[in-house]
């Protein structure tokens, strides 16, 4: 079936280093993928999103692209914040899929220190 | 600012109560979702509503029951729920069910506390 693998956290960075949280997709046909951030004691915020292969999302400096040769869209960022800290997941959608059902990685913790 | 909005933000509740939670938005979305999620996991699907109607049921037990009783509400009854039902619950819209490429947007939640 279709599934999301993101790198394991928690992921622990200082101020303004570089940052790449991985993720791979399996799926059948042509996905659309998202990153999506949530901030402690929040829901989910859509980060970006990229809807064919090549396609580069980019917000508040993340960006993704969608890699279709290695079925990837890994998130980074050039100079994370404290601010960053959160937790990001990173979701499918197919075509034809149960009422557009969303397919969550696992999340990858993200701590950022002064 | 999110465009979805849920109530109660935290709810307690005994095995026995019954109580609800609520979802609205005004984005003139035709698909609603309820989510279950647990402490540092991904949410899990619950239902769908695709045009007010029921469209997916993730097999879940009877205590929660959804309700769409327009195209910018959404409700969940809870009753004679259970400790492991502790989680937080949001609520998610999409303009269509399909296509897939548009996202989905997400309510802050409701934290459930089942004593």
């Known amino acids: 079936g279709d599934s999301v693998t993101q790198m394991e956290g928690p992921v622990t960075l200082s101020e303004e280093a570089f940052l790449t949280i991985n993720c791979t997709y399996t799926a059948t046909g042509y996905p659309s993928l998202f990153w999506y951030v949530q901030y402690p004691g929040e829901g989910l915020q859509l980060l970006l999103k990229a809807t064919k292969a090549d396609d580069k999302g980019s917000n508040k400096g993340f960006e993704a692209t969608y890699r279709k040769e290695t079925t990837s869209f890994h998130l980074e960022k050039g100079s994370v914040q404290v601010s960053d800290s959160a937790v990001y997941f990173c979701?499918?959608?197919?075509?034809?899929?149960?009422?557009?059902?969303?397919?969550f990685g696992q999340g990858t913790e993200l701590s950022v220190k002064p | 600012d999110t465009e979805v909005t849920q109530t109660p933000k935290h709810l307690v509740m005994g095995m026995t109560n019954k109580k609800s939670l609520k979802c609205e938005q005004h984005?003139?979305?035709?698909?609603m979702y309820w989510y279950k999620q647990k402490a540092k996991k991904p949410p899990e699907l619950m239902f769908v509503?695709?045009?007010?109607?029921?469209?997916i049921n993730e097999s879940v037990p009877s205590r929660f029951s959804p309700e769409c009783p327009n195209s910018s509400l959404l409700n969940l009854h809870l009753h004679a729920l259970q400790p492991e039902d502790s989680a937080l619950y949001l609520c998610a819209s999409s303009q269509e069910p399909q296509p897939s490429n548009q996202p989905q947007h997400f309510g802050d939640g409701t934290r459930l506390s089942i004593l």
């Open positions: 984005m003139g979305h035709r698909a």
């Open positions: 979701a499918l959608r197919k075509p034809g899929n149960q009422g557009g059902k969303l397919i």
């Open positions: 509503y695709s045009y007010e109607k029921l469209s």
